[in-house]
């Protein structure tokens, strides 16, 4: 199967998905041109966030209906401040009005790639020194608590996006002195360890739900 | 016009820029630190060396370039020498002899011990000047020479656009110097914007209009744009001051309350009409804080307005990037102090298979991206 996959956000995330997908799916291996794609191959189009993002996924459903050796169009988008409900039907609409491909899928990262980072329970510190992120833990602790509940965080004027990367960064250079995250180097996030971490806390505990559209879009 | 061009620097500065085919239109693409400015500033050090005498970076250059009627093979290394000054350690500068596709003719050759033009030795001249300097009233040498005075970049940071838009006088000698040489005098002279509208109104009234007409379409809310005199701003004195009126906006507005986009694009506009033929204009990042009206403009004004006119454009800015033709990309990698430079065209075929936008597929090359 070759799927093609459209993902909103930086280069960071397109890095993200190439090295999660192949662990969701061992036969897929990441190429990184359309004519590059015979068998069981996966392109990525990442939009670097430019508001253009529409129209990728309508350039993507033409490069899919032109190319039949391509079996599936997966689009992944952050929610944001939307329900994940609300943004899988504004996409979906979308592609249904560009003339959807008869294969595919919508990845609605509720409510953005941080958020499943953020179930990784390793990477909690049981007692952080750092009192900005005992502060965090205080007022939303991502250990016990389904991270896709985080609120937003009015006293660093955040809405919960950005307060997500902020608590993922924090937990990481606790944990990690010198790593750190950001959505153009998400370098703490390529190892297989960090993506089965996050698939057990959705597995074990049902948190994180949306991370459940992921596992079976490439399947 | 330079049609291809590398660079290797020596210790401290060991940067290598791999051999570029340059043409008319050249778009430098590449993510942050790839090395697009590196390669201007050695192209513009190499020219302030050969044109002014300025002070030069050790390195070696190989450059092809192209004049009216001869083509020009130039292999140059300058550097330290035993005693720690610095000087010319090889020069060879070749012609192409005309009707042949392969054979050049030696015009110049130079090592630190021997120099001659022509196969006849000369006696020792300045060490540290290039023999393209020194010998540039010869007649087969002058074209050549004169590409590197006609190198021109414009900075459109901060202070490149307060001295862009100051105020100034107009001397009788700028006058009498553009009546009896033209575009060449006004572009030795570079006086602000306003002096040069000043003397393009005076003296050059059909590009002048151009400038106006271009400037007002840009910015359609500008009803009427005249060089005035300061006495008539609260700026006072005897300057020429560039001035618009817009819809809506009571009395004149002086070019130096203009927003800076304006000021910007006034200033391209002004340079590329003015531009004498076989010069070398470098915009670097022009595109920083304006807004996508103040872009647009650019790529069809170079087609239309840029003949003769040779190009060096950095950007990172989708439009434009989308809206050049792939040919005249040369996308910049960086690995290490190694700069590799592949052409668009080497692009194209491959981007064609895909109808995501141009920019989008360069962003999601590993070639630009430096992720594969």
């Given at each position: 199967?070759?799927?093609?996959?459209?993902?909103?956000?930086?280069?960071?995330?397109?890095?993200?998905?190439?090295?999660?997908?192949?662990?969701?799916?061992?036969?897929?291996?990441?190429?990184?041109?359309?004519?590059?794609?015979?068998?069981?191959?996966?392109?990525?189009?990442?939009?670097?966030?430019?508001?253009?993002?529409?129209?990728?996924?309508?350039?993507?459903?033409?490069?899919?209906?032109?190319?039949?050796?391509?079996?599936?169009?997966?689009?992944?988008?952050?929610?944001?401040?939307?329900?994940?409900?609300?943004?899988?039907?504004?996409?979906?609409?979308?592609?249904?009005?560009?003339?959807?491909?008869?294969?595919?899928?919508?990845?609605?990262?509720?409510?953005?790639?941080?958020?499943?980072?953020?179930?990784?329970?390793?990477?909690?510190?049981?007692?952080?020194?750092?009192?900005?992120?005992?502060?965090?833990?205080?007022?939303?602790?991502?250990?016990?608590?389904?991270?896709?509940?985080?609120?937003?965080?009015p006293k660093e004027n955040l809405n919960r996006s950005q307060f997500a990367a902020r608590y993922l960064k924090k937990l990481l250079n606790e944990k990690h002195r010198n790593i750190t995250y950001s959505k153009s180097n998400p370098r703490a996030l390529l190892h297989d360890k960090f993506y089965y971490s996050v698939k057990t806390r959705f597995e074990k505990t049902g948190h994180i739900d949306s991370f459940d559209n992921f596992l079976t879009a490439f399947i | 016009m330079i049609s291809s061009y590398y660079f290797k620097g020596f210790p401290p500065e060991q940067w290598e820029l791999e051999e570029t085919l340059l043409s008319n239109i050249n778009l430098f693409v590449g993510a942050s630190g790839s090395g697009k400015t590196r390669f201007l500033n050695t192209l513009c050090n190499l020219s302030e060396f050969v044109s002014k005498g300025e002070p030069f970076r050790p390195g070696y250059w190989r450059i092809t370039a192209i004049t009216n009627e001869h083509e020009y093979r130039w292999e140059f290394q300058c550097g330290a020498n035993a005693q720690g000054?610095?000087?010319?350690?090889?020069?060879?500068?070749?012609?192409?002899?005309?009707?042949?596709?392969?054979?050049?003719?030696?015009?110049?050759?130079?090592?630190?011990?021997?120099?001659?033009?022509?196969?006849?030795?000369?006696?020792?001249?300045?060490?540290?000047?290039?023999?393209?300097?020194?010998?540039?009233?010869?007649?087969?040498?002058?074209?050549?020479?004169?590409?590197?005075?006609?190198?021109?970049?414009?900075?459109?940071?901060?202070?490149?656009?307060?001295?862009?838009?100051?105020?100034?006088?107009?001397?009788?000698?700028?006058?009498?110097?553009?009546?009896?040489?033209?575009?060449?005098?006004?572009?030795?002279?570079?006086?602000?914007?306003?002096?040069?509208?000043?003397?393009?109104?005076?003296?050059?009234?059909?590009?002048?209009?151009?400038?106006?007409?271009?400037?007002?379409q840009v910015f359609t809310s500008i009803i009427d744009c005249d060089v005035k005199w300061s006495k008539e701003f609260p700026a006072g004195g005897q300057f020429p001051l560039l001035a618009i009126k817009e819809k809506g906006v009571d009395g004149w507005v002086p070019l130096p309350d203009l927003s800076s986009g304006m000021q910007k694009v006034l200033l391209i506009i002004s340079d590329i009409i003015s531009l004498p033929k076989g010069s070398i204009y470098i915009i670097d990042e022009y595109e920083n804080s304006l807004g996508v009206n103040a872009i647009d403009f650019l790529p069809q004004f170079l087609l239309d307005h840029g003949d003769g006119i040779q190009f060096l454009v950095t950007t990172h800015h989708p439009y434009l990037i989308n809206s050049m033709p792939m040919k005249s990309w040369k996308v910049f990698h960086r690995t290490g102090s190694r700069v590799m430079i592949k052409d668009g065209a080497e692009f194209e075929q491959r981007y064609g298979k895909s109808k995501q936008q141009a920019f989008i597929q360069l962003m999601n090359d590993p070639f630009y991206s430096g992720i594969a």
């Open positions: 199967m070759n799927i093609y996959l459209v993902v909103e956000g930086l280069v960071g995330e397109k890095q993200v998905y190439a090295h999660w997908v192949p662990l969701v799916n061992p036969s897929l291996r990441v190429v990184n041109f359309i004519d590059e794609i015979v068998n069981d191959h996966l392109i990525i189009y990442a939009g670097m966030g430019y508001p253009s993002y529409l129209e990728m996924i309508r350039n993507g459903i033409d490069d899919v209906k032109r190319n039949a050796h391509i079996d599936r169009l997966v689009i992944a988008v952050d929610s944001e401040d939307m329900s994940c409900e609300d943004k899988y039907q504004e996409i979906d609409a979308y592609v249904k009005l560009c003339g959807a491909p008869l294969n595919y899928r919508i990845i609605v990262q509720h409510f953005c790639l941080e958020t499943w980072a953020l179930g990784n329970q390793a990477l909690v510190t049981r007692r952080p020194s750092d009192p900005a992120l005992q502060e965090y833990r205080k007022e939303f602790d991502v250990l016990g608590r389904d991270p896709q509940l985080l609120p937003s965080y | 000054s610095n000087e010319i350690i090889r020069e060879v500068l070749e012609q192409r002899r005309s009707g042949s596709q392969e054979d050049f003719e030696i015009l110049i050759k130079r090592t630190s011990e021997a120099f001659s033009f022509h196969g006849n030795a000369l006696p020792k001249l300045q060490a540290d000047k290039p023999g393209v300097t020194l010998l540039k009233e010869e007649e087969v040498i002058k074209p050549f020479y004169e590409i590197f005075t006609r190198v021109h970049r414009r900075k459109f940071q901060e202070e490149g656009l307060i001295a862009a838009v100051s105020l100034s006088q107009v001397t009788q000698e700028q006058v009498s110097s553009i009546k009896s040489h033209g575009m060449s005098a006004m572009w030795k002279q570079d006086p602000p914007l306003s002096v040069k509208m000043f003397l393009l109104k005076e003296h050059f009234s059909d590009l002048y209009q151009i400038s106006i007409n271009a400037f007002k």
